[in-house]
């Protein structure tokens, strides 16, 4: 076992069949399943899916699975996951190894797909479905919903696992989705929310004053906004009062 790999093995049977069940497949899917591991969900997805394509880190891991899946609908590919080349698919399941959660989520929203169901800590599940005003609202929950609709399917405890994880997991269910508000200047947008949610308990005007050089904007640009909203954390905003913000500011405007 390979911990920093994210190697926890799901054993729980109810909850591998629930996931298969809420990912919907038929024979015209082909579907995206990053870590596979030991086999145990790659083999469950061949057995509903047109096609599975594999993606695993660890070499011996991926030569398992290459033996256990030679002649069926499977293809393994070896590799990081975050770099390889993405093979077609439309449908995306996969127990994520952890420590790539936030990286892979937004490669695999970039890249586009129908839905998937994936399974995260719960800790960073729950901030990627946060509401603005509560505290695991964050840059995160902004990006990520900006992208999908995101629905929590059910909590798993550390006891589905072998080894066991440390914290709790999640099942979300994501599914990408039209850009809910304008953004002019997505880059722009992501960058303002890494200034003012890594100082949230900053006001805008002090948090955004300071990140003005890392935004690459005059400070002038600042007063382009309303007193009452700069007088305002970043976690009270909607996302898309934080666009609205973006957009006014941003430098060439
Ligand atoms: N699919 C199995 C299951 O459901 O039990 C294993 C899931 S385990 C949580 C995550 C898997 O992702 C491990 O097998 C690990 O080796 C693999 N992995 C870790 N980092 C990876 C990466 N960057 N690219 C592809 N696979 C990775």
Redesign the pocket.
């Given at each position: 076992m390979?911990p920093r790999?994210?190697?926890?093995?799901?054993i729980d049977q109810r909850i591998l069949e629930r996931i298969i069940r809420y990912a919907d497949l038929n024979g015209s899917d082909t579907v995206l399943?990053?870590?596979?591991?030991?086999?145990?969900?790659?083999r469950k997805l061949a057995e509903v899916a047109g096609g599975v394509v594999t993606?695993?880190?660890?070499h011996d891991?991926a030569d398992g699975l290459v033996s256990m899946t030679r002649d069926t609908n499977v293809t393994v590919i070896q590799?990081?996951?975050?770099k390889v080349e993405l093979p077609y698919f439309n449908k995306i399941v996969?127990?994520?190894?952890?420590?790539?959660s936030s990286a892979?989520t937004f490669r695999l929203l970039d890249a586009g797909f129908e839905h998937a169901v994936l399974?995260y800590q719960l800790e960073f599940a729950k901030r990627m479905l946060a509401a603005p005003g509560t505290p695991d609202y964050s840059r995160l929950s902004v990006t990520a919903q900006y992208h999908a609709n995101i629905e929590m399917l059910e909590t798993v405890p550390p006891s589905a696992?072998k080894p066991q994880p440390r914290v709790k997991s999640a099942i979300l269910k994501l599914t990408p989705i039209e850009a809910p508000y304008q953004v002019n200047d997505l880059d722009f947008f992501n960058r303002l929310l890494k200034v003012v949610f890594g100082q949230r308990r900053k006001m805008l005007k002090n948090s955004i004053t300071a990140g003005a050089p890392i935004l690459g904007i005059p400070v002038e640009n600042i007063s382009r906004l309303d007193e009452d909203i700069l007088k305002r954390r970043p976690e009270t905003l909607t996302p898309q009062e934080l666009a609205e913000l973006s957009n006014i500011i941003r430098h060439d405007v």
């Open positions: 390979k790999l994210g190697q926890h093995f799901l399943e990053i870590g596979g591991g030991n086999g145990i969900l790659t993606i695993e880190l660890d891991l590799g990081d996951a975050l996969a127990n994520l190894p952890y420590q790539i892979i399974m696992f």
